[in-house]
């Protein structure tokens, strides 16, 4: 049974993987979309095609438009990698905003002022170094690696390892979370771990197509980790390949 812990460093690990990807150019073989004569999704993967043929297109005409502009043409860029980058990254950052809401301690204050009516030398500079004590002290809390932020370093990447640490008890600034609390953290990342593996093509998949066979049977889907497509029937046995029957 793959647990949470796997679901968010598999979100970590890939999250490179997927800012490489959205500049490659679209392959098509892909789970569901290799088979283009026996797949129903033929016109969602041509729709697709088109989106990002119009998005480039247009991205090519601003760049003859602009006289400055020199050097190579950037890559080519993946409009579905892009997106699913971006639906993960929010997810991820709404949930530990919320589970940081929740169950985050907040940081230690800063030490207030205090009048120098100090009777020697020796009290005061007692004081002052209390003083400077509870600063650094303050200082350090505000700046714990391991405190979650509202600002500046957001990623999913971030996220997922901040959410990895409250689901294995890591220390911290936080408390030990709820059992709800966990099982939110777990539905966000199967959903997006899930979501992250299909745009990279890197878990297998079955899935059973609507469409059915000639002989009446289901036809089976296998592809995902890199490899080609196959489809074969349930009934009469028939098995198809990209380029059409392999066997019959």
């Given amino acids: 049974m793959t647990t949470t812990a796997t679901h968010l460093r598999t979100i970590a690990l890939h999250w490179t993987d997927l800012h490489e990807a959205a500049g490659q ?4 073989g ?3 979309l290799g088979l283009r004569g026996y797949l129903a999704r033929l016109d969602q993967a041509d729709a697709e095609q ?4 119009r998005h480039q297109a247009a991205h090519l005409r601003s760049l003859e438009r602009d006289p400055i502009q020199l050097g190579d043409r950037p890559s080519p860029v993946r409009l579905h990698i892009l997106d699913t980058m971006r639906a993960v990254e929010a997810v991820l950052i709404a949930c530990a905003d919320d589970i940081a809401h929740a169950a985050q301690r ?5 030490p207030s002022a205090r009048r120098a009516d100090y009777r020697s030398m ?3 500079r007692i004081a002052y170094e209390d003083r400077q004590r509870r600063v650094q002290l303050a200082l350090a809390d505000a700046r714990d690696p391991k405190r979650w932020r509202y600002t500046g370093q957001r990623t999913a990447s971030h996220a997922a ?3 990895l640490a409250r689901v294995e008890r890591a220390p911290g600034p936080c408390r030990r979370i709820t059992e709800q609390e966990e099982q ?3 539905t966000v990342a199967a959903g997006a771990a899930d979501r992250i593996e299909r745009a990279l093509d890197i878990a297998a998949q079955r899935r ?3 469409q059915r066979c000639a002989c009446g049977g289901a036809i089976d889907v296998h592809g995902g980790e890199g490899r080609l497509p196959l489809a074969h029937c349930t009934g009469c046995g028939r098995v198809w390949s990209e380029g059409g029957v392999i066997a019959a």
């Fill in 25 to 28: 150019p679209v392959t098509l």
């Fill in 30 to 32: 892909a789970f569901g």
């Fill in 50 to 53: 088109l989106e990002y043929e």
């Fill in 106 to 110: 907040a940081p230690i204050p800063m």
């Fill in 122 to 124: 020796r009290e005061a």
């Fill in 161 to 163: 390892l901040w959410l």
């Fill in 184 to 186: 939110r953290i777990g």
């Fill in 208 to 210: 059973t197509l609507e």
